[in-house]
């Protein structure tokens, strides 16, 4: 395992997080904890609680409680219900405070290393909510303030210097404004932590063949090239799938961790031998050449 500062805190994190949600619990409270125990032996230190579920709560914290709690940093996700049936989206002062109590309650951590708000709207986050989090963070109950998602609106919460951390998705073909929103949040001294470094559409190689086909012109000009042309799939993102010993997943995981400016990558598993699959990645070189053919693939786009 790799470790980056984690912003401009000092503290290393894990170059992966793993992201634990209510499904890991579907195989029982042993299979969630092999699974943790085994992010642990493979020097992960980063999780994620999707949801302020009180049992994934509890099960994570007795599962991390032999480990220093200095050595962990634990995000919990905000505003996105607490992952039962029929919640709903809360960015309320009263809400948020109380799901942290709770998940802090239950877990036994101590405090939440990132309240990590999922994608507040721009109407969604009233400035008493804000100020809520600011009073926890000041009682060192909560370590950072985090925003998370892909829209527009988070151009502007990342630009009031009100939050520590941004989450956001980056990938092989990620949208130039989010490139650009990170570097912004960079400027900032935020941390980033990535997710959706494998997008659904790279997931097969006739998906990933096809992203960047040119259509087809006037007259029948302009088409794409027969399937068996040398240059057929030149200019997308087929090679990812042709590359020897490596899955298209494991290239995808890779770049996004070439970023400097990203402290970790999200990853999600539901069994120990995916889980200790990803984590060989960091450990491993890109083929060469490979750099260069992502980038060439990204700019024809």
Not at 17 to 45: C, H, K, M
Not at 206 to 230: D, E, I, M, V, Y
Request: hydrophobic share 45%.
């Amino acid at each position: 395992m790799r470790y980056r500062p984690f912003g401009a805190s000092g503290a290393a994190i894990s170059t992966l997080t793993l992201s634990l949600g209510v499904e890991n619990l579907a195989r029982g409270v042993a299979a969630a904890n092999d699974l943790i125990y085994s992010a642990l032996e493979a020097g992960i230190n980063s999780y994620r609680l999707e949801t302020a579920d009180p049992v994934l709560a509890e099960v994570v914290g007795q599962a991390l409680a032999n480990v220093d709690r200095k050595l962990l940093n634990v995000s919990l996700e905000l505003g996105a219900g607490d992952g039962r049936k029929g919640s709903q989206r809360d960015f309320s002062a009263a809400g948020m405070t109380g799901a942290i109590d709770r998940c802090l309650h239950v877990s036994g951590l101590g405090w939440i290393d990132v309240a990590l708000l999922e994608e507040p709207g721009e109407d969604e986050l009233p400035q008493s909510s804000l100020n809520a989090l600011k009073a926890l963070r000041a009682t060192e109950r909560v370590r950072y303030l985090g925003v998370s998602g892909s829209g527009e609106v988070m151009d502007a919460y990342v630009s009031t210097g009100a939050f520590d951390v941004l989450g956001t998705p980056f990938h092989v073909n990620v949208d130039w404004k989010i490139r650009s929103r990170v570097r912004a949040a960079r400027e900032k001294d935020m941390a980033i932590l990535a997710y959706d470094y494998f997008p659904a559409e790279l997931d097969t190689e006739k998906k990933a063949a096809t992203l960047h086909q040119p259509k087809k012109g006037f007259f029948g000009f302009g088409g794409s090239k027969p399937k068996n042309a040398p240059l057929a799939d030149a200019g997308t993102f087929a090679f990812l799938h042709r590359t020897s010993y490596w899955t298209a997943e494991e290239i995808c995981l890779a770049h996004a961790m070439t970023d400097p400016a990203i402290s970790s990558v999200l990853i999600t598993a539901r069994d120990a031998e995916r889980l200790n699959a990803l984590a060989s990645v960091p450990e491993r070189d890109m083929p060469p050449g490979l750099a260069a053919q992502i980038e060439m693939a990204r700019v024809a786009a």
